[in-house]
């Protein structure tokens, strides 16, 4: 069956660059999405990437798709504090309604 | 504020009791997902709706079951509920429910059970 599966947690110092790791087993994946979800709060879309590409910038967001491995990376260049947060990597197809989303990777900003 | 909201904010009750979250999508969208997140088992989700009709079904127990009325607002009904149940549920909602499909999370009901 589909899956997501991403490592529980990240600490990384401030100012560094983080980058949170994702594979998938769906194969016929069309949307990457990754999804923010601060304390107290529900899920925020943060990116997505369309699966035929390999990568998408945003600002400080870099999305690296490999779809040959189904492994999906998010790299945060200059981490703030404010980065803290559950970070959720999800995928669906093109026809499918239902996104499916990982456990989620929790980061934490050290000084 | 995604624009979707949820009550209750925050609810107890015992085991065996019966609950019903509800949920109030983005003005204009037609899907509304539920999911479940607790500590152990992450996000899962529930069960979609679309206009009002059942669209898919994901790990939802047969103790709990939803609706969209005629208004696309939703409820979620949690029944004989266990110990376990205690969880955050979120709603989200979308404007189509295929395809490319951002979601808009609601804030969530905390749900806990004595």
């Known amino acids: 069956g589909e899956d997501v599966e991403q490592s529980l947690f990240l600490s990384v110092r401030e100012g560094d660059s983080s980058v949170i790791n994702c594979t998938y087993t769906?194969?016929?994946?069309?949307?990457l999405y990754w999804y923010k979800q601060e304390p107290g709060a529900g899920l925020q879309l943060l990116t997505y990437?369309?699966?035929?590409?390999d990568m998408k910038q945003d600002q400080r967001l870099t999305v690296l798709l490999n779809k040959k491995d189904k492994h999906l990376s998010l790299r945060i260049a200059d981490t703030q504090t404010g980065d803290s947060a559950i970070y959720f990597c999800?995928?669906?197809?093109?026809?499918?309604?239902?996104?499916?989303f990982g456990s989620g990777t929790r980061l934490s900003i050290r000084p | 504020d995604s624009g979707v909201t949820q009550t209750p904010k925050h609810l107890i009750t015992a085991t065996g009791q019966r609950v019903t979250l509800r949920c109030s999508p983005r003005?204009?969208?037609?899907?509304v997902y539920w999911y479940q997140q607790s500590l152990d088992q992450g996000l899962q989700f529930l069960i979609q709706y679309y206009n009002g009709e059942e669209r898919a079904k994901g790990n939802i127990l047969e103790r709990f079951s939803a609706q969209q009325f005629p208004d696309l607002h939703s409820e979620l009904n949690l029944s004989s509920l266990e110990l376990g149940d205690s969880a955050l549920y979120f709603c989200a909602s979308s404007p189509s429910g295929q395809g490319y499909n951002e979601q808009f999370f609601g804030p969530g009901t905390r749900l806990t059970v004595l």
């Open positions: 769906d194969s016929s994946s069309t949307y």
């Open positions: 003005s204009g969208d037609l899907s």
């Open positions: 999800a995928e669906s197809g093109s026809s499918a309604s239902k996104i499916i």
């Open positions: 990437i369309f699966s035929n590409m």
